[in-house]
């Protein structure tokens, strides 16, 4: 069952009414009609041209409530023109089986514009820079083409970024963000047809309308097919936000798991670094990791615990704001499952993998959450927010007991399954459990379908548990070949390992600070002691603005100028006087 979005024009606006290829035109009609100033079927006609006077193209809305989407050859983002009939004119409309459609009658219309892309967002630079591009992968003209070097045929011609074949020869598992966006804009907004415009993306909505009263009360006393949401049917996504996750050095993934090395417990971090364009994939996005930020936390042997007090509130919105005046932000989350294999050869138990899981239910719910409160924006939804590109990292061991990173996102349909309250965890790690229908909550009927290897598709129910892997897709992962990390120097103490005792003797305090500042000198290009200076708040704005600006500018002579601050002469006082 594939869904899509079809457009009607009256008088009164254009409707969009989402529906499927089996579905009715009745189902359509209930949608429609409490949209349009008259609701009598008999005197409602419909075209897929703007003069509907021409008969060979009209047609009445009551001929053909019994017809499928399908059976009417409609397709997704196809415009159909409503006009109403006066009851002393005579009908022109003849029965059709099929209303052919075709873009390019309707681009000599002259529809009123509506609106375009919401241009007031405040998009990544990232996706303003893949927004200039149309992504076409060039071809050379190869040993089967006929013609000479000006010319072209099928198999040099340049192949659209989301071409399937491309994806499947280059071992690409999802295509970009950024292809798919191009994908759907050409689905909606054909080029010649610059009468409308529909946001190519939008999150789908699987919550009731608690509000709904077309005519009943509100669920639970009361439901409708307006305020009902629709059956779901979960397939792996096609796409994915970001494609790939590029650690700047291995040293910030070294100091990450020297925790789980020193003692045991797992660990948890917040990457922060930035999007950058990713040219393995067509279109693609990679995020660049420059620094790991551990926040307050129980960890444990098999698991660990979060700790969001409020001081890590007030933490957390002062490093993010240091790092947005470095250039950087949170691009997702990481966190060790790291079992040693016991093998004495420093090899780790594999336990995430095709037969097991990748990422548990709970980890997939959290990482919804995470991604839910970290949107992505774009100009091309309705509301300036489709999907997310936070990271979900689990460091765990491979198939031949190394350590190494793997990243994933859940998928769109995934955060909105749990934005609705849809889903929790069940007890078998890899399944997802759905959420029975109560006062608040309406589940829909729920089915994921699967590809056989016979290439047809299987569909099955999924109540009450399905495959958490349905929900996720998975990004590549590498460090660069010439690292060039924006934070280099020996790093200070990571914050928030105190509760790790004595397994890491030394804490971020002023005598080690005195220590590291003794030892390091101008070479001060860490983020942890970025971050554990300011927030001692010995420099003033403007003393700490100038160290932010030194560590990313590198520019010493802002360094000189910071070591003769009022601020960084106390500082050095204290601390001297400290130890
Ligand atoms: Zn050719
Ligand atoms: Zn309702």
Redesign the pocket.
Known sequence: MSSLILRFRSKEGMHRINTTQSSNFQSIVNDLLPKLSNQNLEEIILSNNPNSNNESNSIKLSSILDKTVSELNLKNGDLLYITYLNNNEPTHSKQLDSIPINSTTTSTTNISTSHGPLTQIKQLPVDDELDKLDGMIQRP??SM?R?GPK???E??SPLSPWDENYRKENSIKHISYHSYLNQQMTKFNKKELNSSYIAPLENPNYKIDLNCNEGHKPYPKGICSKCQPSPITLQLQKFRMVDHLEYSSHTILNEFINTWRNSGYQRFGYLYGRYEKFDKVPMGIKAVVEAIIEPPQNDEIDGLTLLNNSNWENDEKLIDSIASQLGIYKVGIVFTDLTDSGMGNGTVLCKRHKDSYFLTNLEIIMSGKFQISNPNKTKYSSNGEFSSKFITCVISGGINGEIEPRSYQVSNNGESLIKADLITGSTQPSQIFVNNSNDTRYVPDISFSKINEYGLEIKTNAKPTFPGEFLLVSLTDSFPLEPNPMFNSKSYIIENREFLGDINKDFQNLSTLYKYLKNQASDIFDFHFLIYIIKLRILNDDEARLLIDYIKTRDISKYNELINTGGWLSLITILEQSS
Do not use: L
């Open positions: 003209i190869s083409c013609h010319g072209m045929c198999y040099c």
